[in-house]
Each structure stands twice: as C-alpha cells, then as structure tokens.
Nanobody, 122 residues
Framework: QLQASGGGLVQAGGSLRLSCAAS????????MGWFRQAPGKDREFLVA????????YYADSVKGRFTISRDNAKKMVYLQMNSLKPEDTAVYYC?????????????????WGQGTQVTVSS
C-alpha cells in the first residue's frame, strides 16, 4: 500500500515536498514514480526512481524543478517541488512497480496511492 501526503495550496514560485509512505515487504525492489492528473486531463508521468535510488528519469515538464528521492530504510519516497507554476495544479499520485525496464512504462506501476491535491495560485 502507498499513501501520499504533503499537498496543499502554495503561491506560484513556491515549493512543496510530497511524501509517499509504503507498507509491505517489496518496497526495496520497487521502482517508484510520481504522476499527476489535472481536471479534465490525462494522468501525466512526472518522474521515476530505481529501486536502489541510483537512477532517476524526469519528464521534461518538471526537469530542473522537481527532485525525487527515496529512503528504503523508512520505506518513503519524496518529491521536492520548486518553482511551482499554476499549471502544476493537480492531484499527485505515487506509484510503485517491480520492473527491470528502465525507464519504466506507466503500465509497469501496479501499486498506486490515493493522491494528494496540489494547488498553485497565481
């Protein structure tokens, strides 16, 4: 199970840090990712991190502004979001999957959290 938290309301240019807590025995072998979905839009891949944290893969839309990290001992994944823009407003989801493919496909993520709302005001 995955549970995302840390969303909220922030002004444009501000920062937020999202957290994703995992339970279960397979976290250490899971690639983890963050996605978002804005109203009326398709789910969008943002970033993935390999099971050991050695590899990351970012979508162009967030590269240079967002940073993913993980702490396997705590079974946590984080998304540091800086320089937020109104177009970053969405529900953010963390996801995990046991995959050897890199970068992973969206279909490789079989476990999903419930989402946390991020709203960026202009």
């Amino acid at each position: 199970q995955l549970q995302a938290s840390g969303g909220g309301l922030v002004q444009a240019g501000g920062s937020l840090r999202l957290s994703c807590a995992a339970s279960g025995d397979n976290f250490n072998i899971y690639a983890m990712g963050w996605f978002r979905q804005a109203p009326g839009k398709d789910r969008e891949f943002l970033v993935a991190i390999s099971w050991g944290g050695y590899s990351t893969y970012y979508a162009d839309s967030v590269k240079g502004r967002f940073t993913i990290s993980r702490d396997n001992a705590k079974k946590m994944v984080y998304l540091q979001m800086n320089s937020l823009k109104p177009e970053d407003t969405a529900v953010y989801y963390c996801a995990g999957g046991a995959t050897a493919r890199w970068p992973p496909y969206t279909s490789d993520f079989g476990s999903w959290g419930q989402g946390t709302q991020v709203t960026v005001s202009s």
